[in-house]
């Protein structure tokens, strides 16, 4: 059974810094595109950043640009997304995503083969 789970998130202030973990398990993700997105109340899931199976392209939407590092552990079968310099309009639930077309960079969530459950965070201003 193939599962991916997030974990790192939760309450930080405006200027503070989270680091996310996504662990894959089931299946080898090593060929595998990453990508993390987020969906705030009310609103639709939007990309957040990609990041391709070798590891050498990664991908970010505008607002998280400069502020945000998405890498990868091929080894332990786990991505991550470093986030610095939060703001309050970064609070949602994060989820982590991976797709089978390891080259390429999808910002489209339909793309994405499977899904973890998300991980909650709030930036408290």
């Known amino acids: 059974q193939v599962q991916l789970v997030e974990s790192g998130g939760g309450l930080v202030q405006a200027g503070g810094s989270l680091k996310l973990s996504c662990a894959g398990s089931g299946r080898t993700f090593s060929s595998y595109a990453w990508g993390w997105f987020r969906q705030a109340p009310g609103k639709e899931r939007e990309f957040v950043a990609a990041?391709?199976?070798?590891?050498?392209?990664?991908s970010y939407t505008d607002s998280v640009k400069g502020r945000f590092t998405i890498s990868r552990d091929n080894a332990k079968n786990t991505v991550y997304l470093l986030m610095n310099s939060l703001k309050p309009e970064d609070t949602a639930v994060y989820y982590c995503a991976a797709d089978s077309h390891g080259s390429r960079l999808y910002e489209s969530w339909h793309e994405y083969d499977y899904w973890g459950q998300g991980t909650s965070v709030t930036v408290s201003s």
């Open positions: 990041i391709s199976w070798i590891g050498g392209r990664r």
